[in-house]
């Protein structure tokens, strides 16, 4: 709000009239009037006064204001980019500017008066030597935004900033800011470090990397699917039950991992169901997959990262013997299941894929 909105809204909340308060300063009612009317403003020395008289402080009348709400900032922008596609980008570039110089704590405006302007100049296709000194002010922007103890401007701020350090092959500099981001940030460290990594041409490292993402999103997506059957299971949801576990399987054989996992999802919902026929059938499924062997990098997602330890354990021949101990440690002590120690099925599957001595 404006000053001169400031006054009379005061004014009106305090119950005074323009006369009652030109009183209380000395000065006459059409002075108060033009000071709300925005044509004209009260001296410097009335100010302390008229600000008690309104029961407010000098900031607020003066309008002074270090942040912004996001509202706010939205509006500041939406301005801007009226001014752009209506005139011109010199003419949004230098109320942007202003607005910048009027705020400059709001380091959610520096971020997106930076955004806007660097958009706009993206989309007319002018990031040439031309706007040089308004991009090098762009990027000052965004240096000002990274300070901000809001984590989510900052860490958008670092993201600009990285990206045009490694477009300037500045690769030092885009380290520096990867560094600061911390493991539970949440901007994506590994993609951002990935990125430098290939534009320096260190494929190899790029590559392990990102497949190391991939295998973490692949547990992730594991982890959330049978959370989701065992929702759906609670809810009575049969038929949403058996979709998300085919989903399941469907992606755990399309990523090409261990055959061993593939049948979680179909253990837990029959387990659920207490269909203990198939639950038996899918559990002689799962145990028969130990004695396959499993070769990510032949799936071509994973060229970079080295299984070679995964596989000699998996080669192992007493991994049959560990793995059968979790499962039927797991079978025994779970109540849903623990009756099934005693059923000849069980034992001939067990006999079937060789677990038994």
């Known amino acids: 709000m404006k000053i001169n909105e400031i006054i009379r809204e ?19 009612a059409p002075a108060v009037n ?31 204001q270090e942040n912004l709400t996001e509202q706010e900032v939205s509006e500041i922008i939406r301005h801007i980019t009226e001014v752009a596609n209506e005139k011109s ?23 997106n008066i930076g955004l806007i302007l660097e958009g706009i100049l993206i989309m007319n296709g002018n990031l040439t030597s031309e706007y040089q000194k ?9 240096r000002r935004a990274m300070e901000s103890s809001d984590e989510r401007v900052g860490n958008q701020a670092k993201t600009m900033l990285i990206s045009k350090y490694r477009e300037r092959k500045e690769y030092d500099k885009a380290q520096e800011l990867i560094d600061t981001f911390h493991d539970e940030s949440p901007i ?53 039950a058996k979709k998300i576990a085919e989903i399941y399987k469907r992606n755990a054989m399309q990523f090409e991992m261990w055959e061993f996992g593939w049948y979680s999802a179909d253990i837990q919902l029959y387990s659920s169901l207490e269909d203990w026929d198939r639950f038996l059938e899918t559990l002689e499924l799962m145990l028969s997959s130990l004695k396959k062997e499993c070769s990510p990098q032949k799936s071509g997602l994973f060229h970079y990262t080295d ?28 109540e849903a299941t623990a009756f099934l ?9 067990l006999e079937r894929v060789g677990l038994l001595n």
């Open 341 to 349: 120690k005693d059923d000849p099925r069980l034992q001939e599957i």
């Open 307 to 334: 299984f070679s330890k995964q596989k000699e354990e998996r080669g192992n021949k007493e991994l049959g013997a560990k793995m059968q101990t979790m499962i039927l440690n797991g079978l025994y002590q779970d």
């Open 134 to 142: 308004e991009q090098e002010e762009i990027e000052r922007l965004y």
């Open 10 to 28: 005061k004014r009106l909340e305090k119950g005074l009239t323009q006369k009652q308060v030109a009183e209380y300063l000395g000065v006459t």
């Open 188 to 240: 994506d460290k590994r993609q951002v470090q990935a990125r430098i990594l290939m534009a320096q041409e260190k494929y190899e490292e790029a590559g392990k990397l990102t497949e190391q993402k991939l295998i973490k999103l692949i547990s992730d997506l594991y982890g959330t699917l049978l959370t989701l059957v065992e929702l759906a299971v609670k809810e009575k949801r049969l038929e949403d």
């Open 34 to 64: 033009k000071w709300e009317t925005g044509a004209s403003y009260p001296e410097i020395t009335l100010l302390p006064i008229l600000a008690r008289i309104l029961g407010t402080d000098l900031n607020t009348l003066l309008s002074f």
């Open 89 to 111: 980008f010199e003419e949004a570039y230098a109320q942007a500017m202003k607005k910048a110089a009027e705020y400059p704590n709001s380091h959610i405006l520096m971020l």
